[in-house]
């Protein structure tokens, strides 16, 4: 196995173990192939799922899509606003995560473009 599929493997054990219920939605590489484990683990129900219905099926089985907007809205929001809150207490905190929430959606609603019917 190489070093990177180690990470991944080990990944879906953390979480499993810290949070059993935990719907782990992270892709298997190209070449994975099943953990051989006694019981199917997520991982595996994954690569099954994917020999079935191909990578695009399970990506819309699996909810995959919306895994990835959420990351781009989270790499958004650390770019324009910052990772991490610098107030001290939890109102100044709310506050700031309030103002940054309004200038993101305004940004947004600014950069979409309207769409006007012509014929």
């Known amino acids: 196995m190489t070093?990177?599929?180690?990470?991944?493997?080990?990944?879906?054990t953390a979480v499993v173990i810290r949070h059993p219920e935990a719907a782990?939605?992270?892709p298997p590489r190209a070449n994975a192939v099943p953990s051989g484990a006694a019981a199917p683990t997520q991982r595996d129900a994954h690569l099954r799922c994917m020999d079935e219905r191909?990578?695009?099926?399970?990506?819309?089985?699996?909810?995959y899509g919306w895994r990835a907007l959420a990351e781009s809205d989270i790499?958004?929001?650390?770019?324009?606003?910052?990772d991490g809150l610098r107030f001290q207490t939890d109102g100044r905190q709310a506050t700031k995560v309030a103002i940054a929430t309004e200038v993101l959606n305004r940004m947004l609603e600014l950069g979409r473009p309207e769409y006007v019917r012509i014929a």
Do not use: D, M, N, P
């Open 3 to 12: 070093r990177a599929s180690i990470q991944i493997v080990a990944l879906h």
């Open 24 to 26: 782990v939605i992270v």
């Open 75 to 82: 790499e958004r929001w650390k770019r324009v606003v910052g």
């Open 54 to 63: 191909g990578r695009a099926g399970w990506q819309r089985t699996s909810g």
